[in-house]
Nanobody
Framework: QVQLVESGGGLVQAGGSLRLSCAASGRTFRSYPMGWFRQAPGKEREFVAGISRSGGDTYYATSVSGRFTISRDNAKNTVTLQMNSLKPEDTAVYYC?????????????????WGQGTQVTVSS
């Protein structure tokens, strides 16, 4: 069983930064692409960023491109989302997820394990 645990959410002013981390259990972490999704109240869960198994390829939603950076450390079983220049519209619960593999996908249906989520609130 794979467990994903997010941390690093919180309250920040517009223009500020937050760094989200996701710790994964299991010995096969490096074998799967990873992704970050978010869900705002009353909205569908949406893709934010994804990273390939090696970390060499990254993908971003248009709304966050240039502001967010996804990375991973396969030796530590962690994936990180650095969020800069935050906007009130970035307010949501952020989820870490493991891709079914082998490539990064933007559809939530292509992810099989999810963390419990961490709240990010950006005030104006």
């Amino acid at each position: 069983q794979v467990q994903l645990v997010e941390s690093g959410g919180g309250l920040v002013q517009a223009g500020g930064s937050l760094r989200l981390s996701c710790a994964a259990s299991g010995r096969t972490f490096r074998s799967y692409p990873m992704g970050w999704f978010r869900q705002a109240p009353g909205k569908e869960r949406e893709f934010v960023a994804g990273i390939s198994r090696s970390g060499g390829d990254t993908y971003y939603a248009t709304s966050v491109s240039g502001r967010f950076t996804i990375s991973r450390d396969n030796a530590k079983n962690t994936v990180t989302l650095q969020m800069n220049s935050l906007k009130p519209e970035d307010t949501a619960v952020y989820y870490c997820a493991r891709g079914r593999g082998p490539i990064v996908a933007t559809s939530r249906n292509e992810y099989d394990y999810w963390g419990q989520g961490t709240q990010v609130t950006v005030s104006s």
